[in-house]
């Protein structure tokens, strides 16, 4: 029974040890240039031609194709994507799924919307690979990770800028611009409608760090899994980390770049914080 985990590059997550994963990459398009969400991308030059580009800039998903692609030759096949309200790129999944199973007969997909992105879809990923590991059966998988991904995880997020979430509708003009006027750093989740809501906001590193963490807490965190994914801002990650750990010394806390996708929407500086509740 061959088996395989499918994500997207909104996870940040490029490779998955002990199980078979592929990473379908969202892109990031420019009048200039396409910028494709892969481990090879240089994200950095990435962030600094954007930085400098004022033309119009958009996002375009895996298409139904790559995902048929990333099936291919698999028995049992478990995708994770972001959230639906954001992407296509669950609807592309499920549409791959549907053609895929009717094409072959007795062919398993299962397809999630993580509702999420970053570290928290990460979070998906990896309770999947765990799953697996265990040799629970096709039916408990799709249970437990649902249950997993309804009850079991977080996301709070830090940006200083949202510009790139402006430009492309996912938060209103007036708040980007005044965020940026007056330097202010917002903290948010993602509602329950899917929609991209900063809930605080801050002025200065020292107390957007004491916004975040006490955002996490108030989300839920007491010391679960933590993936902490950062757009060329590791020091506020590690020092959130350190925050993490010397209330919870024994908690899982890692800390990963972000992709072409997610940096491209967090822009320099933000963060995206996954934690187990």
């Known amino acids: 029974m061959k088996i395989k985990i499918v994500g997207d590059s909104a996870s940040n997550l490029f490779s998955l040890d002990g199980v078979t994963y592929e990473c379908a990459p969202l892109h990031i398009l420019t009048d200039k240039k396409e910028y494709v969400d892969t481990a090879e991308l240089d994200v950095s030059t990435m962030v600094k031609e954007m930085s400098e580009y004022k033309g119009k800039s958009s996002t375009a998903c895996p298409g139904v194709g790559d995902y048929l692609a990333a099936f291919e030759g698999y028995d049992i096949v478990y995708v994770v994507t972001i959230i639906s309200t954001l992407s296509g790129s669950y609807n592309a999944a499920v549409t791959a799924a549907q053609q895929y199973m009717e094409e072959n007969p007795g062919k398993k997909v299962f397809v999630i919307d993580s509702y999420t992105a970053g570290g928290e879809q990460k979070l998906h990923l990896e309770k999947l690979r765990d799953l697996v590991l265990e040799g629970k059966d096709f039916d408990t998988v799709c249970k437990e990770i649902t249950e997993y991904k309804d009850n079991g995880t977080s996301l709070v997020f830090s940006l200083e800028s949202m510009i790139n979430l402006a430009n492309n509708g996912r938060v209103p003009m007036v708040v980007a611009k005044i965020a940026g006027m007056v330097g202010l750093r917002m903290v948010g989740?993602?509602?329950?409608?899917?929609?991209?809501?900063?809930?605080?906001?801050?002025?200065?590193?020292?107390?957007?760090?004491?916004?975040?963490?006490?955002?996490?807490?108030?989300?839920?965190?007491?010391?679960?899994?933590?993936?902490?994914?950062?757009?060329?801002?590791?020091?506020?990650?590690?020092?959130?980390?350190?925050?993490?750990?010397?209330?919870?010394?024994?908690?899982?806390?890692q800390i990963a770049p972000t992709g072409a996708l997610c940096s491209f929407y967090a822009e320099k500086g933000g963060l995206m914080i996954g934690f187990e509740k």
């Open 189 to 253: 989740i993602i509602s329950e409608e899917g929609q991209i809501h900063p809930t605080d906001k801050a002025r200065g590193p020292k107390k957007a760090l004491e916004v975040i963490y006490a955002k996490m807490k108030e989300e839920g965190y007491k010391g679960g899994k933590l993936r902490i994914d950062h757009c060329f801002n590791e020091e506020t990650a590690q020092k959130l980390k350190n925050l993490a750990l010397a209330d919870y010394p024994e908690s899982d806390v």
